[in-house]
């Protein structure tokens, strides 16, 4: 435990969640209450990779010992080409209650976090600040690995050139769509879904490891509306896991995760994907065999990842991971 002032930091245990939620939702500002806590629960105790590690900051000056400051980070592994295992955590979710902001809260919860993670053997956190946080991160030892590169295929040229000039942020949540496959269906048979993935060449780089059991939980929260297309004329054949979201007045097909046995051009596939949805524009991220047939860079539009180095002090380059867009798009 540290403490600064009238305010300590402790590890919060499972006693703790109610409350938690409750100054997420208050300092946040949760404008579904519901919908959110639900989101988080996903995030932080369904999550495959193991219930999420949460510190809390306490007001101890009443006695009380209310919560007054959440910090959360998401457990994840990264799995290389041999086969080695990276412990991981992701820095997703902070929240200070207004009447303790300004006060170095974040900060202190950030560091209690790393203190403890690097002596649990975890071996780096990352993640996507955006441009106002990103420096506080540098500051603690945090470091840029870049752009994760974006690549799309618009339906026009002038849909792309509508997207460069755009400033507003995909919507969190999905739009429904009947095209594709329920993923809740898919992903129920994990003997075929575990085998159709491990026939996949895996490309170079860090990854998310796939399996049947992710792909359910990561597909599994309803808001984000994700479906499922096959590559032929089952899953068999390979698959990709998709989403609608809105962009402004876009539509953006977003592929979160491609799973392709062959090896084989999605020029085809995608391009009927974006016909059935009427999407505007698709976009991917990452190194799935295929994905770049009929695809165009979009520069300066990938999330920024950063680094932390803890049990492990090897810090990966851009060009050492496969990020697809669902191991980067939200949380």
């Not at 959110?36 to 900051?57: C, L, Q, R, Y």
Request: include cysteine.
């Amino acid at each position: 435990m540290t403490a600064t002032d009238t305010v300590s930091i402790r590890r919060a245990d499972e006693a703790d969640l109610d409350e938690v939620i409750d100054v997420c939702g208050r300092a946040l500002e949760w404008s579904e209450p519901d919908v959110d806590t639900a989101f988080f629960m996903w995030k932080h105790v369904e999550n495959p990779f193991g219930p999420s590690p949460i510190w809390v900051a306490e007001e101890t000056d009443d006695g009380q010992r209310p919560i007054v400051g959440v910090r959360a980070l998401m457990r994840w592994e990264l799995r290389d080409g041999s086969g080695s295992e990276r412990r991981l955590v992701r820095a997703v979710d902070t929240a200070t209650l207004p009447t303790h902001q300004g006060r170095g809260i974040f900060s202190r919860l950030t560091m209690a976090a790393v203190d403890d993670l690097t002596a649990d053997g975890v071996d780096a956190v990352f993640n996507t600040p955006n441009d106002k946080s990103r420096p506080g991160y540098l500051k603690m030892g945090w470091e840029s690995l870049g752009r994760v590169p974006v690549v799309v295929r618009p339906r026009s040229p002038l849909t792309l050139v509508a997207m460069a000039r755009s400033r507003v942020a995909a919507d969190k949540w999905g739009q429904p769509t009947d095209v594709g496959l329920s993923p809740a269906e898919v992903f129920a048979d994990d003997e075929r879904i575990d085998a159709v993935i491990a026939s996949v060449t895996a490309p170079e780089g860090w990854r998310t490891p796939l399996s049947a059991r992710y792909l359910r939980w990561r597909t599994g929260f309803e808001p984000l509306a994700c479906r499922v297309e096959p590559l032929g004329a089952s899953v068999d054949a390979g698959f990709v896991v998709f989403r609608l979201r809105a962009r402004g007045e876009l539509l953006q097909l977003s592929l979160l995760h491609i799973v392709n046995p062959r090896g084989r051009s999605l020029r085809r596939a995608l391009a009927r994907l974006l016909a059935e949805t009427e999407a505007d524009v698709l976009l991917s991220s990452g190194r799935s065999p295929g994905v770049a047939a009929g695809m165009v860079p979009l520069p300066r539009t990938g999330p920024i990842l950063t680094w932390r180095t803890l049990a492990d002090d090897v810090v990966p380059s851009m060009a050492d991971l496969d990020v697809p867009l669902g191991t980067v798009e939200l949380f």
